[in-house]
């Protein structure tokens, strides 16, 4: 009797993780590839901006957390190689409220100064909402279209970043 009482119970909990998870597959993701730029409101130290593409060269977005070693290396490794980057529109958010406050910048020198990059807090919710992303770091490359072509969750290796630029247009960019 027992026995049967477990069976069935172990039946049902299989039944429901299968079911979530064919659910979680068939669900449409946020954003897909191919997908135009989300136009968020974020803050910058000076003001509120619109999340915008820069229709002259590729927009990366990267979506970080100050307390998260991963983006802290990942920023630390693009700050470094900054020279690399010099042809690539770069938007940085975090969702810390005191994150200029704090001049968390200052951890990254070359980043605060660069003309091609563009700190800003944005509230996680919208990110969740636009852009489907819960995890930091998660990188966004993004055409001069505006169009998503490659969605990088996680830590990632500059040359990573670089080749999907490549991919995309053809620029001699190398790391």
């Keep these: 009797m027992f026995r049967r009482i477990l069976a069935k119970i172990f039946l049902l909990i299989f039944l429901f993780l299968t079911a979530w998870v ?20 974020f803050l910058t130290e000076a003001t509120i901006k619109k999340l915008k593409l820069d229709t002259t060269r590729t927009t990366i977005v990267v979506y970080f957390s100050n307390d998260c070693k991963h983006c802290q290396y990942m920023l630390k490794m693009i700050d470094e190689n900054l020279n690399v980057f010099q042809d690539i529109f ?25 003309n091609n990059i563009t700190w800003g807090i944005v509230k996680s919710e919208e990110i969740t909402k636009h852009f489907g992303v819960k995890i930091t770091p998660t990188t966004l490359i993004f055409s001069k279209a505006g169009v998503l072509f490659a969605k990088i969750v996680g830590e990632v290796r500059l040359e990573k970043i670089l080749t999907e630029v490549r991919k995309n247009d053809g620029s001699g960019t190398s790391f």
């Design 90 to 114: 770069i938007i940085l958010l975090t969702s810390e409220d005191v994150f200029f406050e704090r001049k968390s910048t200052n951890k990254w020198p070359n980043l605060k100064i660069a």
């Design 22 to 41: 064919i659910y979680a597959a068939l669900r449409p993701e946020v954003l897909p590839l191919g997908s135009k730029m989300p136009a968020i409101d």
